[in-house]
């Protein structure tokens, strides 16, 4: 199985209030061009897709391109949203891009709700892909919870309730996968 992993794009950043567009193309062209020629089974963008949560309508138009000519490759494309990305916005483009081979996970979600995914290699060899988009401490930790005790006792719950949510979400796995 060729897999290529890829993440923080950050699509939309500036540098000194100048534009980096023309960069950001060129390297996803870049990355495309590489799944392309290495046959890549399975490519998978990791979060910060974007560097806001409200990205431009430019900055919308070069990560969406860049997914669909990555799935053109013959490749499937998996998104998972990071801490800058806009989880929401994702999950309602999720049917869209599903059908067209990206395979986009905003939230998290139960193993069979799409929080595992499944995919069968070129060569047909079946994979099994946990996918746990970013979540953030106060998604974990109650509000009320982070206003009591110390610190490190929160970094610790957290910690342990991602524990458990990489668990539910292997869960699934087998090992003919």
Known sequence: ???????????????????RADEHRAVLAE?????????????????????TASPSPEAQGIVYDTLLGMAATGAQVMVIAGNHDNAHGLRVLAP??????????????????????????????????????????RGIVRADQLMSGPAFEHS??????????????SSGFTADA
């Open 96 to 137: 869209l891009f599903h059908r067209c081979g990206v395979h986009v996970v905003g939230e998290v979600a139960r193993p069979q709700d799409g929080g595992m995914r499944s995919f069968v290699t070129r060569d047909g060899t079946p994979v099994n892909v946990a996918v746990l988009p970013f979540v953030s401490k």
């Open 1 to 19: 199985m060729k897999l290529l992993h890829t993440s923080d794009w950050h699509v939309g950043k500036q540098l000194r209030g100048q534009s």
């Open 156 to 169: 610790l719950a957290y910690s342990a309730r991602l524990a458990q949510l990489i668990g539910a979400l």
């Open 31 to 51: 990355i495309t061009g590489i799944a392309a020629a290495h046959e890549v089974d399975l490519v998978v963008v990791a979060g910060d897709l974007f560097d």
